[in-house]
């Protein structure tokens, strides 16, 4: 089998890590009136999948630093898949809670442990895109995982999804034990030692980046359901299409993100692409009344906030390339907390401003992130003349 297949393999693992975590925006309000809490409150579940999953995934990678890779993606998937198991089969929202927990720590190790093989695996000069592509099958399950769990929990159950994810994984186990080669982990790095990273000025604004960028579409995608519901009047039918079309948008956003990155470099491509992230969620805010306008900003928004994500982790592994696990660890560390940050803060605008707030406010955010890039990632004259000479050759 082919690198590029083996590549693809993780980016399916990826998807299915994708939809466990992403499927709780997407289905909101059912899992609300299932579990008789408050929309705020089942928001909260992304908020503590996403708290365990930043502050969880850094302590289990150092501790299995020297594991084979394999070996450690078979593990972790194994408790992934347990942990959808308990979600399917526990009734309640305190048991729910605690599923939850076990799968965010099986799900950060997955992702981790599948970008840090996809990276070492891919030709040279194709880390970026290899990257993307696993960034694209977590992407992915926002085009296919959220609009068709949306639709089972309509036909059926909102569980009855997590007991289909639990299946899925045990086959993804058999699949990745007889394609993916062994891979050597990196040398054991202290928790301290991981953490001392963050002294490097460059390095910390750009998780930085990272937090604002994710946090500022997590405040607003946390309640994307109900506000398409709620807020610009959306049917069912409607806005599983809606969700259908953000989904399509990710995807493409994420690979001509690395595909950016790899021709026109990180700075060009994070710029542009939170330029219009910030422009479409402002958009969003002030066109609520015409359901072709918001079709349009939704999959602008999407793929727009999608082409920064392989962008910035490919930006994050050139800077300590010979720490790139740690880098990535520490990068999907801040992404989730920033996702739990945005959720918890989205939580606290729907009670206390309102619904419709969600998207102007987490436009502001993302626009602090677009200053640290303007700040920090500007190359000097030399470098960009230097880049574009390289570009046309």
């Known amino acids: 089998m082919s690198k590029g297949w083996k590549i693809y393999i993780l980016a399916l693992i990826s998807f299915l890590v994708g939809t466990s975590e992403y ?28 708290l365990v999953y ?20 078979l593990y972790a998937l194994g408790l992934f898949v347990l942990a959808n198991g308990l979600a399917f089969a526990l009734p309640g929202y305190g048991l729910f809670i605690g599923a939850r927990i ?19 695996i891919a030709p040279q000069g194709k880390q970026a895109s290899a990257i993307a592509t696993v960034v694209m099958g977590f992407t992915a399950s926002l085009i296919v995982g959220v609009p068709v769990g949306r639709m089972v929990a309509a036909a059926y159950d909102w569980k009855v999804i997590f007991g289909g994810i639990g299946a899925l994984g045990l086959l993804a186990m058999l699949i990745i034990s007889l394609t993916i080669p062994k891979t050597q982990g990196d040398a054991p790095i202290p928790l301290r030692e991981q953490m001392a990273l963050l002294k490097h000025p460059r390095i910390f604004l750009s998780l930085c980046v990272s937090f604002f960028w994710l946090g500022g579409y997590s405040l607003a995608y946390t309640y994307i359901a109900p506000y398409l519901l709620t807020v610009t009047g959306m049917n069912e039918g409607t806005l599983n299409t809606a969700l259908l079309a953000f989904g399509i948008a990710s995807l493409i956003g994420s690979k001509l993100g690395g595909y950016s990155a790899d021709h026109w470099g990180v700075y ?10 910030i422009v ?22 999407s ?4 082409s920064s994500g392989p962008t910035q982790q490919y930006h994050l592994v050139t ?53 640290i890039i303007y700040a920090v990632y500007r190359p000097s004259r030399a470098e960009s003349v230097r880049s574009d000479s390289m570009h046309q050759a």
Request: charged share 5%.
């Open 54 to 73: 930043g502050l969880g995934t850094p302590v289990l990678i150092a501790l299995t630093a020297h594991w084979e890779r394999r070996k450690l993606l």
């Open 319 to 371: 800077l300590a390339p010979a720490s790139s696990g740690i880098m990535l660890s520490l990068n999907s560390s801040v992404m989730q907390l920033s996702m739990a940050a945005g959720a918890g803060i989205g939580g606290i605008v729907v009670d206390r401003i309102s619904l419709q707030s969600v998207t102007w406010i987490g436009g502001l955010v993302v626009a602090i992130a677009l200053a």
């Open 102 to 120: 076990l799968m965010a720590l099986g799900a950060g190790v997955v992702v981790v442990t599948a970008l840090t093989v996809a990276a070492k």
């Open 303 to 306: 793929f727009a906030a999608w």
């Open 23 to 50: 499927i709780i925006a997407g289905i909101l309000d059912k899992i609300s009136a299932s579990l008789s809490i408050s929309v705020v409150a089942a928001g909260q579940l992304i908020t503590v999948f996403s």
């Open 280 to 301: 479409t969620l402002l958009s969003l805010s002030i066109a609520t009344h015409s359901p072709v306008f918001v079709f349009a900003l939704l999959i602008l928004w």
């Open 268 to 277: 060009r491509t994070l710029l542009s692409g939170m330029v219009l992230h």
